[in-house]
């Protein structure tokens, strides 16, 4: 199946809670979640991303600063690339130039940068670009992007008025994407992985506290369960490994995480005796009857597509 990775820079457990934020609480209330996942250390932002895409520690895939010129180890491999290895449609929605060494040239089919201090409101623009090219050219991987937490928290402080109002801005930019798949046309069906890479303190990230290094981690999808809180633990290395699960792709072997399989709904698991409602067996709109913010039915692939894999 096809899959999404949104990344809120930044955004920290609690400050979720205290933000305005009705898309990421539809994709809780209809997906899978742990508000206690951690990140890695070092707690910076390109360190975290090559992690969470190679799904390796810092210690092993070398990149420890935001350099613009990363020489990661011969053993990272990232998701997009794997991916590509098996003829998967890659794509890449980002504010931030770094992100373009996250795979190796090549792997990305389409890659689209708008820089975040060219545009006032950057994750509404990455989301209105990403929404458009999923609408019209269904990538298997997606990776969208957005930043304003985390611009929000360097300038304004974690958790000041100016924070919380970035994370409402990435939670619209969210419900962007979350129309986006209500298109008829939009075959498929699409999982969606959203965590943040780290979260903050004053004005900064790194501190080794827990404000900085738990980060909620969602999905949500036809393959996922429904209304599951997460009880296993989950590392941020453990993404590429679910992407690839939910893609039904291998694992690379050097990856150090592991797929978080409790996540699963029961259209993987042929044989299986759980019950679960799938994504597909719920009603949807009963859950959107009850919120007002997403204003469509999500509709996923007919069930006759969704064969236990
Ligand atoms: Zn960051």
Partial sequence: MKTILVIIDGCRTDGLQQAVTPNIDYIIENGAHTLNASTVTPSITLP???????????????????????????????????????????????SWEHFRNLSSPGSLDHSHLIKSSSVENCDIEIAKAAADYLKFSYPDFCFVYFEGTDLAGHKAGWMSKEYLDAIEMADTALGIILEALTKPNLSGGYNIILHSDHGGVDKHHMKNSQEVMTVPWIAFGPGVKLKHRITDSVNIIDTAPTLAKLMDIPAHHTWQGRAVDEIKSIIYKENSKEKSKTQSEVTVQEGLSRREFVRKTVQWESQSELQPV
């Fill in 48 to 94: 975290v991303h090559f992690s969470i895409f190679t799904s390796l520690k810092p210690i092993s895939h070398n990149v420890l600063t935001n350099t613009g010129s990363p020489a990661p180890s011969s053993e990272a491999r990232s998701i997009i690339d794997v991916a590509k290895d098996f003829g998967k449609k890659t794509a890449a929605f980002y």
